[in-house]
T-cell receptor
Framework: EAGVVQSPRYKIIEKKQPVAFWCNPI?????LYWYRQNLGQGPELLIR????????DSQLPKDRFSAERLKGVDSTLKIQPAELGDSAVYLC???????????????FGPGTRLTVL | KNEVEQSPQNLTAQEGEFITINCSYS?????LHWLQQHPGGGIVSLFM???GKKKHGRLIATINIQEKHSSLHITASHPRDSAVYIC?????????????FGEGTQLTVNP
């Protein structure tokens, strides 16, 4: 069975440009997470979806970041406009999860390494 | 003070050595993860545990809920074990399903 798929794996853009990342979770996993990982640090949650609903977006910088999971499967994370400080690895993860706070083992994708010049 | 602290931050070992990585946390949790991250960013979940001990191959993870401490042990270490090992906790009353991550332990195993 395929794991969590992310694309692109690498992206280099100039500041002020828009960028989008795509994630396809493991089939049947209704919980999807987007994380940002800066160099030398652990991942930080940006947003968590239960099916198509964003149930935790308290850490998402909403002035420039947006995310969607329209059909409760694939998800996209967008940054517009990108800033130098956005350079990081953006990780997507999925789990079986649950709408009442139950959560399970998270499976991570390979990440997208973003470099903003 | 970080909610999840790992030690050591960096660890260099010779092939075959027994390795221990420690994780202490300060929040209430329902489970703790040990994750492995290789260069290039991919993260693999090694263990999720809420009590006692789990073993998978040469890897052993233990947790003491009362002491809020977990250890990851690697027996007969091998150069392919070289990676960053990350401890993450979550599932408590305040954090819910949000995981809080440690900063990771960079392990290098030399042949």
């Amino acid at each position: 069975e395929a794991g969590v798929v992310q694309s692109p794996r690498y992206k280099i853009i100039e500041k002020k440009q828009p960028v989008a990342f795509w994630c396809n979770p493991i089939s049947g996993h209704n919980t999807l997470y987007w994380y940002r990982q800066n160099l030398g640090q652990g991942p930080e949650l940006l947003i968590r979806y239960e099916n198509e609903e964003a149930v935790d977006d308290s850490q998402l910088p909403k002035d420039r970041f947006s995310a969607e999971r329209l059909k409760g499967v694939d998800s996209t994370l967008k940054i517009q406009p990108a800033e130098l400080g956005d350079s990081a690895v953006y990780l997507c993860a999925s789990s079986l999860g649950g709408v009442h706070g139950h959560w399970g083992e998270q499976f991570f994708g390979p990440g997208t390494r973003l470099t903003v010049l | 003070k970080n909610e999840v602290e790992q030690s050591p931050q960096n660890l260099t070992a010779q092939e075959g050595e027994f390795i221990t990585i420690n994780c202490s946390y300060s929040v209430g949790i329902s489970a703790l993860h040990w994750l492995q991250q290789h260069p290039g960013g991919g993260i693999v979940s090694l263990f999720m545990l809420s009590s006692g001990k789990k073993k998978h191959g040469r890897l052993i993870a233990t947790i003491n809920i009362q002491e809020k401490h977990s250890s990851l042990h690697i027996t007969a270490s091998h150069p392919r074990d070289s990676a960053v090992y990350i401890c993450a906790v979550g599932g408590g009353e305040t954090s819910g399903s949000r995981l809080t991550f440690g900063e990771g332990t960079q392990l290098t195993v030399n042949p």
